[in-house]
């Protein structure tokens, strides 16, 4: 795995670091790797945009969807990548966020949905829904345990590399994890990972709130099939990270900073998602 530059797929794993990855772990990472490195990552954002979409919309969110600022999102200079930061409810969050993306604009060639590697990348179930699903989309992994960091620290300047580009769109969650709270609302402290790329990146940052999902696929088709329980998405503004051009993104306080920087914007977001959801209940 090497990286030659931005855009192009490839990502550079240091031997002695993939050395501390299981042989599942290792096998599921080279093989993401291969496929976004190669031509067949044309062939999955095909079947991305224009199959796997489309089912997820009729079966899951065609009759309750509801959107505001996607022209946000669309209307964003083309001069750098785009970095979708969204809140994190539910495991279906990205993917719902990602086929609104696709549904009305095709601009972005490359998108990746980093994700943490417990299952996806260290069971072979996990592995295959992954390459089915997604077509390993749902790439690079994060790895919580520390003696895996580095080849997180790894996937971390993959995504940097890759967002210098303005054919590539990445979804990051920066709270690192799902809020699992009574209050959909209440957002999580952003992970340093994320503060990390925007700074070694300076990508275009859209802010996103998204509600209304469970973690239980058929639970979603039969409120499809109802249209009860709306799932609305809204996108903010670029947030102005102008403040943060001269810090050094090594340092965690800038990471944390702009992190909370970023949050603070989502959770502005709610309150849009609140008042139109108070008019579609009411």
């Not at 993917?95 to 996806?120: D, G, K, L, M, N």
């Not at 690079?140 to 520390?146: D, K």
């Not at 790329?197 to 940052?205: C, G, N």
């Not at 947030?239 to 944390?256: C, I, K, Y």
Request: hydrophobic share 40%; charged share 25%; with cysteine.
């Amino acid at each position: 795995m090497t990286d030659s530059g931005a855009g192009d797929g490839r990502m550079q794993i240091p031997s002695a670091e993939l050395d501390s990855l299981s042989g599942i772990e290792r096998r599921g990472l080279r093989f993401a790797s291969w496929i976004n490195a190669s031509a067949l990552h044309s062939v999955s954002h095909w079947i991305n945009t224009r199959i796997h979409r489309r089912w997820i919309q009729w079966f899951a969110i065609s009759r309750r969807l509801h959107t505001i600022g996607l022209e946000r999102l669309i209307d964003t200079p083309h001069d750098r990548g785009v970095l979708i930061a969204s809140n994190h409810r539910s495991f279906f969050d990205q993917f719902i966020i990602a086929c609104t993306i696709y549904q009305v604009t095709r601009r972005w060639p490359r998108f990746y949905f980093p994700v943490r590697s417990e299952f996806f990348y260290d069971h072979p179930v996990g592995v295959f829904l992954n390459t089915i699903v997604t077509c390993a989309t749902m790439f690079p992994p994060v790895f919580r345990a520390r003696s895996k960091r580095g080849v997180t620290r790894a996937g971390l300047d993959f995504l940097a590399a890759e967002l210098r580009s303005p054919d590539t769109l990445v979804g990051i969650h920066p709270e690192g994890t799902r809020g699992k709270g009574p209050d959909p609302y209440e957002l999580l402290a952003a992970e340093p990972g994320f503060g990390k790329v925007v700074l070694q990146a300076r990508p275009i940052v859209v802010p996103v709130f998204i509600h209304g999902l469970s973690n239980d696929l058929f639970r979603e088709i039969r409120s499809n099939i109802t249209g009860r329980n709306p799932v609305i998405v809204v996108f903010g503004e670029p947030v102005d990270l102008s403040a943060f051009d001269d810090e050094d993104p090594r340092l965690l306080r800038n990471q944390v900073k702009v992190g909370r920087r970023v949050l603070a914007e989502v959770a502005q977001l709610a309150e849009q998602e609140k008042a139109l959801r108070r008019q579609l209940t009411d």
